[in-house]
């Protein structure tokens, strides 16, 4: 999938996990974390958003594993639980990149490329509803948006914890639904932010981060 979606299903799968994990769904810093962990796998694309950012290791990695490669195989879910029980390493750090790491590997699932689970077996495992950059994508993503947050167990203020992250100040005018006209001036005040609708927040959060990546790095995909 494209960057855009895997950010979106990133801090999805954080919304739904944290409850169950006794962490905080909202906390800005936890949040970046869930995000960030859903770009990593890609890190083994040169092309990709986080393997521009992290070259020469995502040329490296292209070069000797490829695309969907051990990064998108069952050696890094492994990695991922290994990470989870080691105990010096905090949950708050290791849960959100966890979740989010997890959460790319589902989305790259439903897409004809698939994963190749038993790396380095050359058998690709797949769903294949929908491929990356088609228009079934937005599609796909707000289903996997509702299931997640209709399973959240506590309903947590979505806008409240984007507005919280700073996004605003950046996104504001594309993101009426998650920033409001005088909603920065209504939180210095004391007073309580509305609630946005989840759907359409995140359907715009989607199309703004597609927009700017395309804006600033052309090909910006996966």
Same mark, same amino acid.
């Given at each position: ?13 954080? =919304? ?7 962490? @905080? %769904?909202? !906390? *800005? %810093?936890?949040? /970046?974390?869930?995000?960030? /962990? #859903?770009?990593?796998? !890609? ?11 992290l070259?020469?290791?995502? +040329?490296?990695?292209?070069?000797? =594993?490829?695309? $969907?490669?051990? +990064? ?7 990695g991922? &639980?290994?990470?989870?029980? $080691? ?20 989305? !790259?699932?439903?897409?004809? /490329? ?5 790396? *380095?077996?050359?058998? +690709? ?5 929908c $491929? +990356?950059?088609?228009?079934?994508? *937005?599609?796909?993503? #707000? ?20 507005r ?11 993101? @009426? %639904?998650?920033?409001? @006209?005088? #909603? ?5 005040? /004391? ?7 989840? &759907? ?6 989607? $199309? ?7 804006r ?7």
């Amino acid at each position: 999938m494209m960057a855009g979606s895997h950010i979106a299903l990133g801090a999805a799968a954080w =919304f739904a996990a944290a409850p169950r994990l006794g962490l @905080p %769904a909202l !906390d *800005p %810093a936890m949040l /970046g974390l869930a995000v960030c /962990g #859903a770009l990593l796998p !890609d890190i083994d694309h040169p092309k990709s958003w986080m393997g521009k950012r992290l070259r020469p290791v995502s +040329t490296l990695l292209a070069a000797v =594993f490829g695309h $969907r490669g051990m +990064t998108h195989s069952l050696v890094a879910v492994a990695g991922c &639980a290994l990470l989870m029980l $080691r105990q010096e390493v905090p949950l708050a750090i290791s849960a959100p990149l966890v979740v989010g790491y997890l959460s790319h590997l589902a989305a !790259d699932l439903v897409t004809p /490329g698939g994963l190749r689970l038993a790396w *380095p077996l050359r058998g +690709t495992y797949a769903l294949p509803i929908c $491929r +990356t950059g088609s228009a079934f994508e *937005p599609l796909v993503v #707000a289903v996997m948006l509702s299931w997640a947050w209709g399973s959240t167990p506590a309903r947590p203020d979505l806008g409240a914890g984007l507005r919280a992250t700073g996004i605003c100040r950046v996104l504001g005018p594309s993101l @009426p %639904a998650v920033c409001p @006209p005088g #909603a920065s001036a209504g939180a210095a005040a /004391g007073a309580p932010p509305r609630a946005p609708d989840a &759907a359409a927040a995140w359907q715009q959060l989607r $199309r703004s981060g597609e927009v700017l990546l395309a804006r600033h790095i052309p090909g910006a995909a996966r």
